[in-house]
């Protein structure tokens, strides 16, 4: 039961650090309408949960340009942790 939340949890992380992938790899592409880009806007929308809470964690003086990067880190390094948190759960569930 309690490996299964988890197993969604990190689905969940997931979802976010992919779009958040390609949302850094569509920023990448040359031109002024990235921001009108359909596909972008919609890993924008994915991505933006994790963004709102990395501009939340993150100190005043970060500029918002480096949010990507700290959003980023904070998934991956929640996705290993849960990952940890399920292999123990496991372990402990099958005695």
């Known amino acids: 039961m309690l490996t299964d939340i988890i197993a969604t949890l990190r689905m969940l992380v997931e979802i976010n650090l992919f779009a958040l992938m390609g949302q850094g790899v569509l920023s990448m592409l040359p031109g002024v309408d990235r921001e009108k880009n359909l596909f972008y806007l919609i890993l ?52």
């Open 44 to 95: 924008r929308t994915i991505a933006s949960p994790a963004m709102r809470l990395a501009r939340w964690i993150a100190p005043k003086f970060v500029v918002d340009r480096h949010i990507g990067w700290i959003a980023l880190f904070m998934l991956l390094v929640l996705w290993v942790s849960l990952a940890v948190v399920k292999q123990i759960t496991m372990a402990v569930e099958t005695g």
